[in-house]
């Protein structure tokens, strides 16, 4: 029984320490702003909260098959405040992404609706997928 419990430790500090070295995991690393991309029908999508910032603030840059969103965040600190806690951090965040397929430049649209950040686009022609009927 002593054992299994360390046992079952170990196992439990290896999820907590793989989660942390996963380069594909910016949960525990502290990236801001985390970042959601899918796919619905023939629309690639990104979705991240991006509460606190100005659209002026916001970049979004397609090279190729990569995506750069960028912006500020400027959060004003009030002057003679004796902060217990202060978590919102402002400044510059650049997060940068490889597409998983080509993308048809005129249908990018980004829109920014309570604090979420919304970029959508779609295949383009070459990446779609074609049904080919057999005659």
Known sequence: MYWE???DLQRELDQIFSSVN???STYSKGVFPMI????????????????????K?????????????SGERNISLEKNNHYHRRERKSGSFNRQFKLPYKIN???????IEDGV???????AESEKTKVISVK
């Open 36 to 55: 959601n991309i899918f796919e619905k029908d023939d629309v690639l999508i990104i979705k991240t909260e991006i509460p606190s910032i100005d659209k």
């Open 22 to 24: 996963d380069p594909r």
């Open 117 to 123: 950040l919304t970029v959508s686009m779609n295949k």
């Open 57 to 69: 603030d916001i970049h979004i840059k397609l090279q190729g098959e990569n995506i750069m969103i």
């Open 105 to 111: 430049q005129d249908t990018i649209e980004a829109k």
């Open 5 to 7: 419990t360390i046992h």
